[in-house]
């Protein structure tokens, strides 16, 4: 499984509809395996929505949720305006480092 955070953004400056989740859920095919979307329409620079999906390796999964992304923007009126930014999996390892560094300061020398 592999999470991709793909950000988007809107032409106009609205909000994300409420109902995204379930229109990407909609539009998905059971070969590209999305299991679940979490929509997070605060997240800066872009709203994300984060898509968990089954592949075969990081690249498929990410082109996977990009395809799926982009064909519910196309296919809805009211998606229209918003275009894809990027699709990525998102990188955890400077978090746990943060982490670590604030347990042990001074510790850590790379």
């Given at each position: 499984?592999y999470?991709?955070?793909?950000?988007?953004?809107?032409?106009?400056?609205?909000?994300?509809?409420?109902?995204?989740?379930?229109?990407?859920?909609a539009?998905?095919?059971?070969?590209?395996r999305?299991?679940?979307?979490?929509?997070?329409?605060?997240?800066?620079?872009?709203?994300?929505?984060?898509?968990?999906?089954?592949?075969?390796?990081?690249?498929?999964?990410?082109?996977?949720?990009?395809?799926?992304?982009?064909?519910?923007?196309a296919?809805?009126?009211?998606?229209?305006?918003?275009?894809?930014?990027?699709?990525?999996?998102?990188l955890?390892?400077?978090?746990?480092?943060?982490?670590?560094?604030?347990?042990?300061?001074?510790?850590?020398?790379?």
């Amino acid at each position: 499984m592999y999470l991709v955070h793909v950000q988007v953004r809107s032409s106009a400056g609205s909000g994300l509809p409420a109902d995204v989740a379930g229109r990407i859920l909609a539009t998905a095919v059971p070969d590209e395996r999305i299991e679940h979307v979490a929509v997070h329409p605060h997240a800066r620079p872009y709203p994300v929505l984060g898509v968990v999906l089954g592949a075969d390796g990081l690249e498929q999964a990410e082109e996977r949720a990009a395809a799926v992304v982009r064909r519910t923007l196309a296919a809805h009126a009211e998606l229209r305006e918003w275009e894809q930014v990027t699709a990525q999996a998102p990188l955890i390892g400077p978090f746990y480092e943060l982490l670590l560094e604030r347990e042990s300061p001074g510790e850590l020398s790379g």
